[in-house]
């Protein structure tokens, strides 16, 4: 399987000027396609989660920090981007 599995970046914060603290993304990859099935923080916490189905992304769910769940769906052919998503469901998950 190849493919990227981690990312890491550093942005320079203009205001402090400083190195903001590095920000690793790692990338879980199903061992059936290869493609990239959900991302993961530093943490190991999931950010994102996508749902493939002919050749391309129809839906992305994103696990924000908050712990608020925000499902995007992708209605045209293609890989889902921000901009192409049409419908977007926010649900809030409550601890108990």
Do not use: N
């Not at 550093?10 to 879980?28: N, S």
């Not at 990239?36 to 002919?54: L, P, Q």
């Not at 209605?75 to 901009?83: A, F, H, P, W, Y």
Request: proline share 1%.
């Amino acid at each position: 399987m190849r493919g990227e599995a981690k990312r890491s970046q550093r942005v320079w914060d203009g205001e402090q000027e400083e190195w903001e603290d590095w920000d690793h993304v790692y990338f879980l990859r199903s061992s059936v396609t290869g493609g990239v099935v959900s991302e993961a923080t530093k943490t190991g916490k999931k950010r994102y989660t996508y749902v493939a189905a002919g050749g391309g992304v129809v839906a992305r769910q994103e696990l924000t920090d908050t712990d608020t769940q925000i499902v995007g769906w992708q209605m045209t052919k293609g890989r889902l981007s921000e901009k192409d998503s049409l419908i977007q469901i926010a649900v809030r998950t409550f601890k108990p």
